[in-house]
């Protein structure tokens, strides 16, 4: 019967925490891409404003109108920085919950290595005992 290997709870918990860590990963960067093309697609609307104004209240009106595309640009850009932070720190957590897991599954890899020869060094010692067996009886049946 082969040993369980003694800490597979823990290596079990580790994945958990680095597939969550994972999806926490997805969700940071979805949220960051979707900031970044509001941010550019309102940069671009900024841009291509090619109205002429007829009269001075025209003029202000564009003015007003383009002061708070401004300003709404410039809370897009504030957005996509902090999404980036949090993307970054998401990263760094999957990352660490990554470490986690693999020396544990370094171990949990090394403990089946070492199963595994226990288990073939004991079928050895007995396919030895059953070669020197049929040896010895084959030694005394050439005696008689």
Do not use: C
Not at 5 to 12: I, M, P, V
Not at 66 to 90: D, F, I, K, N, P
Request: no cysteine; glycine share 6%; proline share 1%.
């Amino acid at each position: 019967m082969t040993r369980a290997f003694a800490l597979d709870g823990l290596l079990r918990l580790r994945r958990l925490e680095q597939d969550e860590a994972a999806g926490s990963l997805a969700a940071a960067n979805a949220g960051r891409h979707e900031s970044a093309a509001r941010e550019a697609a309102a940069r671009a609307g900024l841009g291509e404003s090619l109205a002429t104004p007829d009269t001075l209240d025209a003029l202000h009106g564009i003015a007003a109108a383009r002061a708070s595309a401004r300003s709404m640009v410039a809370e897009l850009g504030a957005v996509t920085l902090e999404r980036q932070r949090r993307a970054e720190e998401a990263q760094q957590e999957y990352s660490a919950a990554r470490r986690n897991t693999l020396s544990l599954e370094k171990l949990a890899a090394r403990h089946a290595e070492t199963v595994a020869g226990e288990e073939l060094h004991a079928e050895q010692i007995v396919l030895d005992e059953l070669a020197g067996t049929a040896w010895q009886r084959q030694a005394e049946g050439t005696q008689r």
